[in-house]
């Protein structure tokens, strides 16, 4: 697809894995809004093939392959970990050097989608939405047969950066007060994190108001469909000090958005920036430096929830199987390849938790 155009199906040529790489036939892919990101992107090489959260079945792997065989059930994590690099030897594997570029090649610059002599990329470097793709095996983490291709393609993205937002960098503890902008798919599992991290109250602000429900069915105390209502609420709630944390996972992050946030934190508060803006370059932070330093109040930014995909995702798959997370209730909707541009369209209306595009058999 092309920057400001819409999605569109089409036929590509796919060369096989190269030396640690894996060939996958993805089964279901996730409709996140980062790849919706792109149709604004001033910085994505196009043309590009959208998707980078999925599960699917190893057909093919390989020179140097061996962490996975053909047939296993792997999740496609967008975040590699090569464990070799300065980030991924200090434990910050969020900030792999393998992490893919704008250009959605693979690691060594080169593509395996063609058509007519073009070279396509991919999101992420996984492409999720083609049916086939040719991923490296740093980005393969694989699950057991029991659990389900869909639930398994939640835990590629939405859930690790909710949750690891709120337990990771919020560093939400027992009785902490938490506001959450955003109530899809990662704004839910911030809700859970903070929950299960032992926070007091956890107010919701987002304006589609139909999602409100459901964002008190994970662990919301109050929901609000604009800032100011949530910032007058906490207020009363805390005597005027404001919230320990509040975590921005909007779909598009705006600087008014980060100002509300700022405004509604106390003293050594923290503002965590998980949604993004359409376009990368856009100035989406304006705030006065003078009270950032008089309040040693904190806005740092987080990828994939600051978490280590080999590790969290296993972790948190425990915790779904134990019934401590929910990830069921994300899965709102179901679309074919060729409804994809109906599903971003019901993301956007408010209509979706999570849709998922079915590449095979309902898993």
């Known amino acids: 697809m092309g920057s400001r155009q819409n999605w569109q199906i089409v036929e590509l040529e796919l060369d096989g894995p190269g030396p640690g790489e894996v060939m996958l036939r993805m089964e279901i892919a996730g409709l996140c809004h980062s790849d919706e990101h792109l149709r604004y992107s001033e910085d994505a090489r196009f043309p590009i093939i959208g998707g980078h959260e999925g599960a699917g079945v190893v057909e093919t792997v390989g020179e140097g392959v061996t962490d996975v065989v053909p047939g296993d059930h792997v999740l496609c994590s967008f975040i590699p970990v090569c464990g070799r690099c300065r980030w991924c030897s200090t434990g910050r594997s969020y900030l792999c050097d393998d992490s893919p570029s704008s250009t959605g090649a693979m690691t060594d610059g080169t593509f395996r989608f063609h058509r007519d002599g073009l070279a396509f990329g991919a999101m992420d470097s996984l492409g999720t939405f083609s049916r086939h793709t040719v991923v490296s095996a740093r980005n393969c983490v694989p699950f057991d047969r029991t659990v389900s291709f869909e639930v398994a393609a939640l835990l590629s993205c939405c859930v690790p950066t909710g949750w690891g937002a709120a337990v990771r960098v919020a560093e939400v503890r027992p009785g902490d007060v938490v506001v959450v902008y955003g109530s899809g798919a990662v704004g839910c599992n911030v809700i859970q994190g903070a929950r299960l991290a032992g926070a007091s109250l956890i107010e919701v602000v987002d304006p589609v108001v139909g999602k409100h429900e459901l964002a008190r069915a994970f662990g919301a105390t109050a929901t609000h469909a604009d800032s100011d209502g949530a910032r007058e609420s906490i207020y009363e709630a805390t005597g005027g000090l404001g919230a320990d944390s509040v975590i921005v996972a909007a779909g598009v992050v705006t ?14 508060g ?4 998980v949604g993004a803006h359409d376009v990368a370059s856009e100035l989406s932070v304006r705030l006065p430096g003078t009270l950032l330093t008089v309040e040693c109040k904190k806005v740092v930014g ?56 079915q590449h095979g058999e309902r898993s």
């Not at 600087?255 to 050594?268: L, Q, S």
């Not at 923290?270 to 920036?273: D, E, N, Q």
């Open 255 to 268: 600087d008014d958005v980060v100002t509300a946030a700022f405004e509604t934190i106390r003293k050594g």
């Open 302 to 357: 987080t990828l994939y929830g600051n978490c280590n995909p080999l590790s969290d995702i296993p972790m948190l798959l425990g915790m779904y199987q134990r019934g401590e997370l929910e990830l069921d209730a994300l899965l709102s909707a179901r679309y074919s390849l060729d409804e994809i541009g109906q599903g971003y369209a019901d993301m956007h209306a408010g209509k979706n938790l999570r849709g998922v595009i």
């Open 270 to 273: 923290t503002v965590v920036l």
